[in-house]
């Protein structure tokens, strides 16, 4: 006969959880940390380590989509990140 064991949890770790986001929430609004989706062209080459110069080519070439909205041209900091994923260097 095979006995089932379950895991064993501690009956606080929703609560530790849930402190836990509330109080990185209240980190980020406070130190104006509210991670924007869209980001300016300023804005993602700031947040993927390049200058303006080289993301506008990147736009221009088609490595990298964007949204325009009239003349505004914004990046999808989920692409960006899926950008930088792909060009992780593993061992």
């Known amino acids: 006969m095979t006995s089932t064991s ?7 770790d929703p609560l530790v959880e849930a402190i ?10 406070d130190l ?3 991670a924007k989706r869209l980001l300016t062209v300023k804005e ?10 080289s993301l506008r080519q990147m736009i ?7 949204i325009r909205e009239g003349r505004a041209v914004r990046l ?3 692409v960006l990140d899926e950008w930088i ?3 992780e260097f593993k061992r």
Request: aromatic share 4%; no cysteine.
């Open 76 to 78: 999808d900091r989920r």
């Open 20 to 29: 836990a986001k509330r109080t990185a929430e209240i980190l980020r609004h």
């Open 44 to 53: 993602a080459a700031d947040y993927i380590s390049r200058s303006e110069r």
């Open 32 to 34: 104006g940390l509210e």
């Open 60 to 66: 221009a070439n088609g490595t990298l989509p964007v």
């Open 6 to 12: 379950t895991p064993v949890t501690n009956p606080f």
């Open 85 to 87: 994923d792909l060009r």
